[in-house]
């Protein structure tokens, strides 16, 4: 659904609503002249028209807040390592910046992104809070 075309018709901001328990999410598809960055929000990653949503981007903003092997309610939330790793690579994207984090994950953050990227061939950020992160080069 589109939620805001720019003035001057090379900004847009689209939105689709994304699995997250009970709790209603939204992710956001933000194209700004050659620049598309999707924001997943926070989503257990089931929907598999969310990588349609993606498909493409500059970038691919993925929460990360739980660690690979997860159980019980917080499936229903989040989307673990290893299915971050696979929508990014579903959608094609340029470079996955995870995000979002929480101390189950930051426990084996290093365990965590390895995961990401056994199902991910493309650039991995890790972001940190405030950092800018070039896309252009």
């Known amino acids: ?70 159980k019980g309610s917080a499936l229903q939330l989040h989307a673990p390592p290893a299915r971050i790793g696979e929508i990014a690579a579903k959608a094609s994207v340029e470079t996955l910046i995870l995000s979002h984090f929480m101390a189950r994950s930051l426990h084996a953050l290093e365990t965590n992104v390895s995961v990401v990227a056994d199902n991910y061939d493309g650039r991995i950020v890790v972001a940190n809070d405030l950092e800018c992160i070039n896309l252009t080069d």
């Not at 847009?12 to 620049?35: K, W």
């Not at 498909?55 to 993925?62: E, F, I, K, S, W």
């Open 1 to 70: 659904m589109r939620a805001f075309r720019g003035d001057d018709g090379e900004t847009t901001v689209d939105a689709l609503p994304v699995p997250h328990g009970i709790v209603p999410a939204l992710g956001f598809r933000v194209r700004t002249r050659d620049v598309t960055i999707v924001f997943a929000s926070d989503q257990n990653g089931s929907d598999p028209a969310f990588a349609g949503f993606a498909a493409g981007a500059t970038a691919l903003v993925m929460h990360m807040p739980i660690p690979d092997g997860a």
